[in-house]
């Protein structure tokens, strides 16, 4: 099982130089949640951060974009090994777009309660009084 970058390349954050995506644990794969319609923090996914290809595989990078090999590798340094984070979902956009699915899904019961017809109220006069 592996992680294709293609399929995570809108999780970028250029200013940190990170990826930080939705993990399954379970499945050990990436898994988008449904956007859309999240009302709540995932229980079953986490948010895991780790570097960019870049800083992953240096000397691959450079292959691929036409570099020499050593290119960075005196500034940078050549790591054999990294680490995922875990991200607490707080840090991450995704409490944002909790809150405007939630707006969004109350705006939208007001607008339907307003298109409901209201019919004027029946009096329970059942004749006449004297």
Request: charged share 30%; no cysteine.
């Given at each position: 099982?592996?992680?294709?970058?293609?399929?995570?390349?809108?999780?970028?954050?250029?200013?940190k130089?990170?990826?930080?995506?939705?993990?399954?644990?379970?499945?050990?794969?990436f898994?988008?949640?449904?956007?859309r319609?999240?009302?709540?923090?995932?229980?079953?996914?986490?948010?895991?951060?780790?570097?960019?290809?870049?800083?992953?595989?240096?000397?691959?990078?450079?292959?691929?974009y036409g570099?020499?090999?050593?290119?960075?590798?005196?500034?940078?340094?050549?790591?054999?090994?990294?680490?995922?984070?875990?991200?607490?979902?707080?840090?991450?956009?995704?409490?944002?777009?909790?809150?405007?699915?939630?707006?969004?899904?109350k705006?939208?019961?007001?607008?339907?309660?307003?298109?409901?017809?209201?019919?004027?109220?029946?009096?329970?006069?059942?004749?006449?009084?004297?």
């Amino acid at each position: 099982m592996h992680i294709v970058f293609s399929d995570i390349e809108n999780y970028y954050d250029e200013d940190k130089r990170t990826y930080t995506i939705p993990y399954n644990p379970k499945t050990h794969e990436f898994q988008e949640p449904d956007y859309r319609n999240i009302k709540e923090l995932p229980k079953d996914l986490i948010a895991v951060s780790f570097p960019s290809e870049r800083l992953l595989d240096r000397i691959g990078w450079n292959r691929h974009y036409g570099f020499e090999l050593t290119h960075g590798l005196a500034k940078q340094g050549l790591k054999l090994q990294f680490e995922a984070k875990q991200i607490p979902w707080e840090k991450t956009f995704l409490v944002g777009l909790i809150k405007s699915n939630l707006k969004t899904e109350k705006n939208q019961q007001k607008t339907a309660e307003k298109q409901q017809p209201t019919y004027p109220k029946q009096s329970k006069n059942k004749g006449r009084r004297m």
